[in-house]
T-cell receptor
Framework: DAKTTQPPSMDCAEGRAANLPCNHS???????VYWYRQIHSQGPQYIIH???NNETNEMASLIITEDRKSSTLILPHATLRDTAVYYC????????????FGQGTELSVKP | ETGVTQTPRHLVMGMTNKKSLKCEQH?????MYWYKQSAKKPLELMFV???????ENNSVPSRFSPECPNSSHLFLHLHTLQPEDSALYLC?????????????FGQGTRLTVV
């Protein structure tokens, strides 16, 4: 997998936007960026993915820079239930589904 | 509810016991995975099955033995485990597609070896 770098932890006030950055400078042209999250002691949950365009779904928005070397996951109105570890992953192109997890970013949403 | 079901949710076993973890998915996926997550550590990929064939074993000790009888079921047979094997064991499934990696995870089995 292309190596990704994320800050180990972040805090966010409840109701505010949470912006989680990820660097993936070695990403190839046909590789997607995936985001998952893991709430304490549960299985990881898919959030969103993108290739080059910005993406939005009911959970979050994904902003990918034009050079594709970094991206930002945005939770527009963070709630206490969004407290989790967030993983940015760039899977190997021809190994669909196989995910290698790093340390991720531990997001704490505070009241 | 992710469509991937793991049983049991919790398991306590002695070092001389033999037990099995079960994973089931009815999502039509053709790839299944076992991950291990020890306390305060990232998920570690253990085994990968594509179309019921094992395609990856990430240097997992032989006391862990996977079995994939069909594309909907995956087992992890455990024997002669050590206390350091205590962890959350997660199963996942996905549809093999070039470039895409949307995997669905079960809730995991919390294993304690005593």
């Amino acid at each position: 997998d292309a190596k990704t770098t994320q800050p180990p932890s972040m805090d966010c006030a409840e109701g505010r936007a949470a912006n989680l950055p990820c660097n993936h400078s070695t990403i190839s042209g046909n590789e997607y960026v995936y985001w998952y999250r893991q709430i304490h002691s549960q299985g990881p949950q898919y959030i969103i993915h993108g290739l080059k365009n910005n993406e939005t779904n009911e959970m979050a928005s994904l902003i990918i820079t034009e050079d594709r070397k970094s991206s930002t996951l945005i939770l527009p109105h963070a709630t206490l239930r969004d407290t989790a570890v967030y993983y940015c992953i760039v899977p190997i192109y021809n190994q669909g589904g196989k995910l290698i997890f790093g340390q991720g970013t531990e997001l704490s949403v505070k009241p | 509810e992710t469509g991937v079901t793991q049983t049991p949710r919790h398991l306590v076993m002695g070092m001389t016991n033999k037990k099995s973890l079960k994973c089931e998915q009815h999502l039509g996926h053709n790839a299944m995975y076992w991950y291990k997550q020890s306390a305060k550590k990232p998920l570690e990929l253990m085994f990968v099955y594509n179309f019921k064939e094992q395609t990856e074993n990430n240097s997992v000790p032989s006391r862990f033995s996977p079995e994939c009888p069909n594309s909907s079921h995956l087992f992890l047979h455990l024997h002669t485990l050590q206390p350091e094997d205590s962890a959350l064991y997660l199963c996942a499934s996905s549809r093999l597609t070039l470039g895409l990696a949307e995997a669905f995870f079960g809730q995991g089995t919390r294993l304690t070896v005593v």
